[in-house]
């Protein structure tokens, strides 16, 4: 029994170690197949779990392009700064693991301290948002109160980079900038509209983490680059747009007035110069302002221009041949019937008037008698190839077509309605567009804000290039051009603007000293605000005036509209709008040190020899006027 | 047929071994790697310590692999061989007798007395201040500078004694009452080792069960058992309420995903990080602190990762390997406790393997069983490679080369030999 017992007799059965070893061979071949499962179809849905729990993504934000004035001054910048976050879920689980819950409200009253937050509020906060990984308690802080923040060594509270709008300029060009939402998207203006130039794209990473959370590297195809945002470069001047902003406020309060706009234009490249709506807000803190106070009134509000559409019929009658400059018209009263019956009426009785005073003393009968020799035909196609009814195209958001009728819908009302500015809707911008076309000899410039932008290194992308003349379309011939020109040339001296050129009533000082040094041509506008259904407000005004200087060789255009200024102390858009427009031309002018005007020559026989009460001397600048820097000196007392 | 390119069978077994062996040494060194954390190739100490083992597992293969295995299963096997290594050539006439009682004569017998002492330390082992506790459970007991798992000696020594019970026939296992007398030290062993190690009690009765099979016991005997060892299973698993956690987990491992299901989810993270053609060696994320037991337990999810399909499939070939050269050993051998002996170190090591691997796989609830000769495993390594070895050297006395016995070193003590006729 215990000797070797030989093979043959064994009690070993190969045939069930067979079955046996069979089994688990099969087991084992079976778990081949198990684990090409897991590798194939099982791994769906556990590859992005794995994915997630071995890498941690990491965003890098790019840098957020700046908007640089035409003189290359930063209106705005990004700067990096240091935010902080609290992760309140890991918080409340190491107080917790640790047993200091109660030392949580008192750390965190010294975290509020440093951020001068309302200790309690951060506290319930964060006792609010115990779930959530991430809350962002401060957008940023300072490196003194970062180093205090982190001296703290709250657990879960950390920093982090982040970039922050900042604008040096303050609320100037606010309409135009717009301002950025907290998170960095633009919230209005150019910040909205270039949004994705300006913020560029953001990288990513992601960092292969191991169980403790240790970054242990990031591979090549994990890491994407950012690319950071272009830089705007503006046509505006950041001195002539603080001069618009200044006398728009200053004509707004004087006025009483609670809206308005000015633009400023050059009329031979269409290039915005200056561009400024009342009231203002801070881009910095764009939440503080109400939507209706961001909103860009000079380009989205169209409004009912009144007077100010005056040039726009008379030059294309000019070119037309439907008149001339010297054509008398027949008016005898203050008020005058139209051939269908409806009362047209005057501010002042005048007597017969030319062509050019009717537009010198905005005549509406002269207007009116006109527009009816143009007909309808005519008119339409006039208004509409001085842009109106068209977006200018200018590359701020929102812009408003304004509104012409199209000529089916005017009735024979519709002519005499028109040729005084009613029945249509313009916006200051296209007012000044049109009013380039006389500035620049007869065509109409394209508009635009941006000159160009800069890509990230410096190196200049593109560059709007100046408009090809040649191919601009011309409302008006040359001659008729020049020939509106010197009409408006004379509406500051004699005509509905004249209060700029005469000194302040019972002194010898002016108002406006702009007209000594350079000749300023234009045109006034005073629109009755409709009220809807109720008609024509018969107290309420719209004041505009359309101007440019010098008269020799027009460097800017200005248009200034005020809404509803206050009637009790002026209304009149050559006595509301009229003297701040010539300021802003005045001060932008000795900015730009624009050579001195010679005088005016006085208007041609046949026009002279209808003039009633004509003094030739008002075309003479008076002796010992002011220049250069002094007047400019003058220019800038603030009255 | 037996062309001179024949692979033997014992030698395929050897490289199937050592390829396990080196296996464990490179994905043991990549997982060890892993958790220091650092950039460019460092020893690890678990690495190290891997090396150590393999090699002192490789010397207990070719040591064991000279034994003759018949000594196990005679009585007073060990004075024959102590007489064997100091006279060489001569016969052995020191052995001390220990009379003719059959219980002497059994005690007297290594493959008992090996069990007694495996028996005696899976005691130890309960003992508060004996046994060493890692990770909740007392599987260690300090042995001098090396730990020992004294589950793993229990396991292979309950696979000898087996052997030896079917072929020396102490009982007739063939009767029911011996059948019975089977299960008594079945029983102990399981029974001391069950309350630590559930995984290495049920692996050692499934095992012992086919040697059982293997050797000839009627089927309807065993079929009795099966309703009490059910109900004893399923006692087990409810009793302790972290094992019936750990079934439950199993089903669903994302009911609990921090705690019971954790290991689980990480194992299946670990595939699908990998895919198919897995993240190349070294490149494995999941052993970044991530995978637990990433060494020992879980190692095959991390050769999953790292090496893909063709890595998983490498290695349950070796199993496979080794499997086949075990049965083909053991139906060759020249006695029926060799082939016991071959049979039951085969079936131990395919069913952990398998077992293993089904656990990585999240196939079957966990257990905590290493994947053999691959895992980190200190000196359960060694003493499996030891049992390898006692195969080896089944084959070897077996004589399967060309049928003659080759075995030098105990020639003296072989009657003349048949020849085994192949299957």
Redesign the interface.
Known sequence: ??T???????????L???V??GC??V???G??A???Y???Y??QQ??L??DR??HQGEVLPARRGSIFDANGALIAGSVQDCGVYVDPHFMHEQYQEQNRFNEMDKDIARLANLLEREPMALSKLISDESQQRFLRISEAVDERTAQAVKALKLPGVGLMPMNRRVYPMGSLAAHIIGGVQPDQIGLDGLEMKYDKLLAGKDGYQRI?????R?G??VSEDDYVEPQHGQHLVLTIDANMQLIAEQELAAACKKFRSDKGEVILLDPYTGEVLALADYPTFSPQAPSDSKPDVRRNNALVSPYEPGSAIKPFIVGPALTQQVTTASRVWPINAISWATPYGRRITDTHGYGPLTTWDVLVKSSNIGMSMLSEQMGNARLHPALVSFGFGKRSGIELPGEDPGLINPLARWGSHSTESVAQGYEMMVTPLQLARAFCVYANGGYLPPIRIIKGTVDPNGDIRCRNAAPDVSTLSRPVTPEAAMQIRRILADVPLRGTASGISHPIAGTKTYDVPTWYIWNIFGKTGTAHISEGKAGYSGTRFNSTFLGAAPYEKPRLVVAMTLHDPDRSIAHYGGTVSAPASARILGRCLAYLQVEPSPELEPPPAEVMAHLVNFDPKIYQKPANHPTGGEAQARLNVRH | MDSIYRIRNRDLLAVCVFALLLMGVIMVQSAAF?LS?Q?GWRWSITGTRDVMFVAAAIVAFFVCGRLDY?MLA??NGWHRLKGRIIHPFGGSSSSVSLGDSPIR?WLSTPAVWVFVIAVLLCAAVLVPHIGKEVNGARRWIQLGPIQVQASELGKWACVMLFAWI????PVDP?QFKGLLLCFVPMGVVGLLIVKEDFGTAALIGVCML?VL????VRLWHLGLFIPPLAVAAVYFVVREPYRLRRVMAFLDPYAAPQKEGYHL?QS?????????TGRGLGNG??K???LPEDTTDFIFAMI?EEL??FG??FT?VL??GI??C??NI??R?????G??LA?GV??MI??Q??IN??VA?V?VPPKGLPLPLVSFGGTGLVITCAMLGLVYNVARISGEDYGVAEDTAVAGQL?PT?T?AP?
């Open positions: 029994m215990f070797d017992t030989p093979a043959q007799s064994s009690s070993f059965s190969p069930r170690a067979a046996l070893f688990i061979a087991g084992l071949l778990l081949v198990r684990v090409a897991l590798q194939t099982g791994r556990q590859v779990r794995a729990q071995h292969l983490k191991d169980a403790r240790r242990l590297g | 892993g954390g950039v018949r005679r009585p004569q079917m072929s020396a026939r063939r086919a099979v293997a050797g000839g989810i299946l993270l670990s595939f699908a990080s990998g895919g198919v994320v999941q970044l602190g991530y999953c893909g399909l998983a499939m349950i199993y496979l499997i086949w075990c049965w053991a139906r051998a020249r006695d029926s406790f082939q016991l049979f085969g079936c395919g069913l393997a398998m691997i089904a796989t196939s009657r048949t085994v299957a």
